[in-house]
């Protein structure tokens, strides 16, 4: 079984800045991964050329399984508001996503809200910027596989440190309350020793992935809670590709018995 955590930045090129289909459906079917979780997804944006990029990772991986959780209406970094049950799914969209080659018994969304406050931000093309932080959502899904059922989720948590902590425990609890083994995948935005310290919960892998031209730090995570987490199986093989879109790498874990 392969599970992987990829931050699209919405299929975005740092080569060029541009969005094209064929160079994000080679990098995910790269992965062959068997769940996937996705983050800084978009869906019916101008800025990525109006592309469902849930249904175009689902099918680079040829999964029959996928679901797009939106966070916010309109464009991150431009106009937004928080998503809402009304929204007009034409209107632009920007979320996280899971995708799973096996068939899902159910899904949950969990509700993350933003931190309160806005908070400083390095901006490579604006410096020090005060941003307010966009709402977060966690999707779950629990899983038929030939192991037996496994619940795997996703998110991308706040920038906003102490927040992304607390966002962090939320998840967790509202996890607890679906069946074992259960993995988180994301983009968790800090590294792994808070991650372990502030959930209990045992990360699959310690590989950096950000930036992704030379790694120093690992933002992307994938942790499995120790309840359970013996029927998984054992690591054998960690992969964090080089791949042409995005300013993360995917993190790849490979588990077997």
């Known amino acids: 079984m392969r599970l992987a955590t990829f931050n699209l930045l919405h299929g975005r090129s740092l080569s060029d800045g541009t969005v094209h289909a064929d160079r994000i459906r080679t990098a995910i079917a790269d992965l062959d991964a068997d769940v996937l979780g996705l983050q800084e997804v978009d869906r019916a944006q101008p ?4 592309l469902d990029l849930t249904a175009l990772a689902a099918d680079a991986l040829g999964a029959g399984h996928h679901r797009f959780a939106a966070a916010v209406v309109g464009t991150p970094g431009h106009v937004w508001e928080p998503w809402h049950a009304s929204a007009d799914i034409t209107h632009p969209q920007y979320g996280i996503a899971l995708v799973s080659r096996y068939p899902v018994q159910r899904w949950q969304i969990t509700t993350l809200p933003a931190a ?3 908070s400083p931000v390095y901006v490579p093309d604006g410096g020090l910027l005060l941003l307010r932080d966009e709402p977060r959502v966690m999707l779950a899904a629990v ?11 996703t998110t991308h948590l706040s920038f906003v440190p102490g927040w992304n902590v607390r966002q962090l425990r939320a998840a967790v609890r509202a996890l607890r309350a679906l069946p074992a083994p259960r993995v988180l995948l994301g983009d968790l935005n800090m590294p792994a020793g808070p991650v372990r310290a502030f959930t ?3 990360p699959l892998a310690r590989a950096a992935t950000f930036p992704s031209p030379l790694p120093r730090t690992q933002l992307d995570h994938v942790v499995a809670d120790p309840r359970g987490a013996a029927t998984l199986g054992r690591v054998v093989q960690v992969r964090t590709p080089h791949v042409p879109v995005s300013d993360h790498r995917p993190l790849v874990v490979h588990l077997d018995r």
């Open 200 to 202: 209990g919960w045992r």
């Open 143 to 153: 899983l038929d596989t030939p192991r037996g059922p496994l619940t795997v989720a």
């Open 116 to 118: 309160p406050v806005r």
């Open 47 to 50: 800025r990525s050329g109006l």
